[in-house]
């Protein structure tokens, strides 16, 4: 284990994510039905070039999260994802989006403090345990029952209710997938290649890997085509470390402190990055300007400005990390 090549790795793919993610929303919000997500509006999509650049951009960053994890622990190199927040309102300024505001500004602090306190407190983790194959593969099985049954349930609600119900869910199979990441990669260290394809114990990760991918990677578009950034993004991006940082700790053994004190300062780190992500989701909200609309009906509400930053993980088998 080696923070000191995890650790680069990590922000290098939260700068490639946050990148790739802009041009995505943007490319689901003109791909987009009037009613919002939809198969044909999924359809449209993986046709545009524009968007299977940024994919391309997303696998890309998988790459670099996989290096990440495979040098770092879970409960480490997760939570980096939060960091694509500052680099797509950057990104989105260059391509033509709003000009950053005070209020954008506290936004990144938000996230830059809650993360660094987060990391802070955590110090440097024990090496993670493979468990068990059959551990592994009810935790698949849980996240994805668990991921679709809430995405089946929302249907017909409101965009903001869908939106974030969406990014919540994507954000956990994302969490998991580096959870797998974690797994698969400690497994190769210890049995080499061969280790992944002989046994149970290696192929579930693998598998797993697809699965929670897949699955999240099609929640992700369906949250960018609803278009309610101010719901979308602190949900997945709550969600994604929350689930990788449980799940490390939990399957795979990677100690972090947990006592009182320590829980209620983790609490307030997350605080802070969700209210960051809140921010910056809603960039065009100014300060002592008007809000922005309130989402009343179910399928003609007025979305956030495709030009706002956006931050779902990454679409990739992290894949992302979502990376």
Excluded: W
Excluded at 130 to 142: E, F, H, I, W
């Amino acid at each position: 284990m080696s923070l000191a090549v995890a650790v680069p790795f990590g922000l290098a793919s939260a700068v490639v994510y946050g990148t790739s993610i802009v041009v995505q929303h943007r490319v689901a919000q003109e791909q987009a039905d009037d009613c919002g997500e939809s198969a044909a509006g999924l359809l449209r999509l993986v046709k545009h070039p524009i968007f299977l650049l940024a994919i391309a951009g997303d696998f890309l960053g998988f790459l670099l999260q996989l290096v990440a994890l495979s040098t770092g622990p879970v409960v480490v190199i997760q939570p980096l994802v939060v960091l694509m927040l500052p680099v797509s309102l950057l990104v989105s300024f260059l391509m033509g989006g709003h000009r950053p505001r005070f209020g954008d500004y506290v936004g990144v602090l938000g996230v830059l403090g809650g993360l660094a306190v987060f990391l802070a407190l955590i110090g440097h983790p024990d090496e993670p345990v493979v468990p068990k194959s059959r551990y592994l593969a009810m935790t698949v099985v849980c996240v994805l029952v668990v991921a679709i049954a809430l995405g089946l349930a929302v249907i017909g609600r409101n965009r903001t209710i869908r939106g974030a119900m969406y990014g919540a869910t994507a954000g956990a199979c994302f969490g998991t997938l580096a959870m797998l990441v974690d797994a698969a990669s400690e497994r190769l260290a210890d049995r080499g290649v061969g280790g992944l394809f002989d046994s149970p114990r290696g192929l579930i990760p693998i598998v797993g890997m697809l699965l929670v991918g897949t699955t999240g990677m099609i929640l992700t578009q369906m949250s960018f085509q609803v278009g309610a950034l101010g719901a979308t993004l602190p949900a997945n991006l709550a969600a994604d470390p929350l689930t990788a940082v449980l799940l490390g700790a939990l399957v795979l053994r990677e100690h972090i402190p947990f006592d009182a004190v320590h829980v209620v300062l983790y609490v307030l780190c997350l605080g802070a990055v969700v209210a960051g992500a809140v921010r910056l989701a809603n960039p065009h909200e100014d300060d002592g300007g008007p809000p922005a609309e309130a989402d009343t009906d179910t399928d003609t509400d007025t979305d956030v400005e495709a030009d706002a930053p956006t931050g779902p993980r990454p679409t990739s088998p992290q894949p992302q990390a979502g990376g």
